[in-house]
């Protein structure tokens, strides 16, 4: 799959191996990539951040992490179970924060720049959405018909908007 628009070029080859990719030409693709998650412990030793591989999956509905890069996930958080993904403020966090909130479960994550960041966002917002959706239809919606998919989100780059599932709708 080829790199983002943020990949390097030349001799930057090993700094592009840790840009995200996509896999579809729909508003808001699939991404893999490798972002930084926040332990849940606070260590003693060690960094507070843990390198970490993420990929939306279409085929299981899944927002999946492992510490490595392979096919086999060691974290599947389902999609249409997100309710929130929000983009946390500078000052207590870092630049380029988000977390994704998918109880039991929610995680702090951060990206190597903002598009990057926006990237995710909006990709998990995006696919979540859509699952919720279908999700919708197969506990027997009362429409016969199937609804479009949800519209792209608009993200404006210095934005801290939260993306509230809890509806299923953005």
Not at 80 to 90: E, H, Q, T
Not at 132 to 139: R, V
Request: aromatic share 10%; with cysteine; proline share 9%.
């Amino acid at each position: 799959m080829p790199p983002t628009e943020g990949a390097k070029s030349g001799s930057d080859a090993a700094a592009s191996s840790r840009d995200s990719v996509v896999s579809s030409a729909e508003p808001f693709p699939l991404l893999e990539g490798w972002l930084q998650k926040k332990h849940a412990k606070k260590r003693m030793f060690g960094s507070e951040w843990g390198t970490r591989y993420f990929s939306i999956s279409q085929r299981y509905g899944t927002l999946n992490y492992a510490k490595n890069k392979s096919r086999s996930a060691n974290i599947m958080l389902p999609l249409c179970d997100m309710k929130k993904v929000d983009r946390l403020p500078i000052e207590e966090y870092g630049p380029y924060c988000f977390s994704v909130h998918c109880p039991p479960a929610s995680l702090i994550l951060k990206a190597e720049n903002n598009a990057e960041c926006n990237r995710w966002i909006e990709a998990i917002t995006y696919h979540a959405a859509l699952w919720k959706n279908k999700a919708a239809g197969a506990l027997g919606s009362t429409s016969n018909s199937k609804s479009p998919p949800p519209a792209p989100p608009t993200t404006d780059p210095a934005s801290t908007a939260t993306r509230d599932f809890s509806t299923g709708f953005m």
